[in-house]
């Protein structure tokens, strides 16, 4: 079936500076994705979500990019922080209840 | 709110054996359900629940029963373990469906070790 793929497994940046996750899709009938942060020892937990109808969305130090044409998800951490070292994961769902789970990037902040 | 519980923390079994992961959430929701998580692999759906008395299977359903006799509780069902199923399980809670903007809580997982 399809899935959805992380570009980088592992991400390593300086405090302060901005963090960029990727994620690529293979299904064109997705039409809505979500962002997940999980640290160690813990269940996965919702950061930001998008439907294909949007191509920017924005909360808090945080934002989503998608890009349809080349099925391509961006996560822009801004101000990157210590709290922000985690495994994030996106994940995709093309009208169904089954949601399918990137693999994971790991995201280090170094002091 | 306790929100979603799981227990337990961490269980070895042998394979052959059965063994019942518990999950319970506090938040009434209706929808629940289970994932596994492998190395290098995203999270795979096992069975979901779209509320009391109502289950169905995920992508990898083999293995594992569920039932969900109260809005409560959700509990995964090994019947024989196998190696195959060691793994890091998650139980998730949800208002409404995913597709709805419906944002998942998920509980703290099992760790399952199956020798």
């Known amino acids: 079936g399809e899935s959805v793929g992380l570009h980088l497994p592992t991400l390593s940046v300086q405090e302060g500076d901005n963090s960029i996750i990727n994620c690529a899709y293979s299904?064109?009938?997705?039409?809505?994705f979500i962002w997940y942060k999980q640290e160690s020892g813990k269940g996965p937990q919702f950061i930001i979500d998008?439907?294909?109808?949007?191509d920017k969305r924005q909360g808090q130090r945080v934002t989503v990019l998608l890009n349809k044409t080349v099925k391509h998800l961006s996560l822009q951490i801004a101000a990157t922080q210590p709290g922000d070292s985690a495994v994030y994961f996106c994940?995709?769902?093309?009208?169904?209840?089954?949601?399918?789970f990137g693999k994971g990037t790991k995201l280090s902040v170094i002091p | 709110n306790a929100g979603v519980t799981q227990t337990p923390k961490f269980q070895v079994l042998k394979t052959g054996q059965s063994m019942t992961l518990q999950c319970a959430q506090d938040?009434?929701?209706?929808?629940m359900s289970w994932y596994r998580q492998d190395p290098g692999m995203g999270l795979r759906l096992i069975h979901y629940?779209?509320?009391?008395?109502?289950?169905d299977q995920g992508e990898v359903p083999n293995g594992y029963n569920v039932s969900r006799s109260t809005t409560e509780d959700f509990p995964l069902r090994l019947l024989s373990a196998a190696p195959s199923q060691t793994s890091v399980y998650f139980c998730?809670?949800?208002?409404?469906?995913?597709?709805?903007?419906?944002?998942?809580?998920f509980g703290p997982g099992t760790r399952l070790l199956v020798l």
């Open positions: 998730a809670s949800s208002v409404g469906l995913a597709v709805s903007g419906e944002t998942q809580y």
């Open positions: 299904n064109s009938a997705s039409d809505y």
């Open positions: 998008i439907r294909s109808n949007m």
């Open positions: 994940a995709e769902t093309a009208g169904s209840y089954q949601l399918t």
């Open positions: 938040m009434n929701h209706e929808y």
């Open positions: 629940s779209v509320g009391a008395g109502i289950t």
